[in-house]
């Protein structure tokens, strides 16, 4: 028996009575205990890690370790003089979901590094605009929002300006590029989780058809939720953590060398630029004016069609 087959044994063994504890626990209380939403975003990150990793063992022994980080969540708070278990309980599931994320991107962060390339900036640049316009109306006055869109501005002209000349791309620019992508698909994402948890609980819901129109919601987050906390990282990961010191230079060297690992040095031809560029305006123009989608949607169907059309001319 191999050290990883010995280790997935034991793992196994050792997550035995964790959750037989965690199902005598969630049986004391009365009531649900854990929303029924988290069911269809841990299928949905299951399912995902099923389709990159795609070795069972692997995604048993992240699980399995997953579990076992996640049993922290029981312990007593610094501040908690009365223990009271159901808050823990009821937290136990966000928590098993972040340490997934985190067991896996720790084994398998490469695998969840998003390539990029001229022509998916030059996408990302004018979805970012078209989002900003569409929701201008709801966040005017907000400073933070003015500050995004200006620098949403910023990337939109850079991406534009590479998209349509032929000037060679330098660390610099590969850089910038790529930390705008992730800045701009962050925004994204938060907008994505926001709106899908106004939605509420999947038993909330009036029909069966809305019950699996939320439940499907819920599992395409879970199953784009390592690809988003890795672009999360790519962007929050500039932040200082507290007392980091040296390290900090060390791991900012290494996230920007990330950064231009995953740009590619190729370029798309005017031509293709100028295709997808009056394609974008084209749909979120008519999207905007006859409102057939909403803006998020739009979107996600513009980055999923235009690669076809550019082919295709």
């Given at each position: ?91 136990w599931p966000f928590f098993f979901c972040l340490m997934l994320v985190i067991v896996t991107l720790a084994r398998y962060s490469k695998l969840y590094t ?190 999923f069609c235009t690669p076809y059309l550019v082919r295709f001319f």
């Amino acid at each position: 028996m191999d050290l990883k087959n010995l280790a997935l044994w034991v793992l196994a063994v050792a997550a035995v009575p964790a959750l037989l504890v965690l199902w005598y626990l969630t049986v004391q209380f009365h009531g649900k205990v854990f929303p029924y939403y988290m069911f269809a975003v841990l299928l949905g990150m299951l399912v995902q890690k099923g389709i990159v990793i795609r070795q069972w063992k692997e995604i048993a022994l992240n699980a399995l370790l997953a579990l076992l980080f996640s049993m922290l969540v029981f312990a007593p708070g610094k501040r908690e003089y009365q223990y009271n278990l159901e808050p823990h309980l009821k937290l136990w599931p966000f928590f098993f979901c972040l340490m997934l994320v985190i067991v896996t991107l720790a084994r398998y962060s490469k695998l969840y590094t998003v390539r990029l390339g001229e022509g998916i900036t030059l996408l990302q640049s004018m979805a970012i605009l078209y989002w900003l316009t569409a929701h201008g109306a709801t966040w005017r006055g907000n400073a933070f929002v003015g500050g995004l869109a200006i620098l949403a501005l910023c990337f939109a002209c850079y991406a534009l300006y590479h998209g349509f000349s032929y000037r060679a791309h330098t660390p610099s620019s590969r850089f910038l590029l790529s930390l705008g992508s992730s800045l701009i698909m962050l925004c994204f994402a938060i907008d994505y989780v926001l709106r899908v948890r106004a939605y509420g609980d999947i038993d909330l819901q009036g029909g069966w058809g809305d019950v699996l129109f939320v439940g499907l919601q819920y599992f395409l987050l879970g199953v784009s939720a390592l690809q988003l906390a890795q672009n999360a990282y790519m962007v929050l990961g500039f932040l200082p953590a507290k007392n980091e010191g040296r390290n900090y230079k060390r791991r900012i060297h290494q996230l920007r060398q990330d950064h231009i690992a995953r740009y590619d040095r190729a370029q798309i031809e005017v031509r293709q630029a100028l295709i997808a560029v009056l394609f974008c305006a084209l749909i979120f123009g008519a999207n905007a004016y006859f409102q057939f989608f909403p803006p998020t949607v739009a979107i996600w169907l513009v980055f999923f069609c235009t690669p076809y059309l550019v082919r295709f001319f």
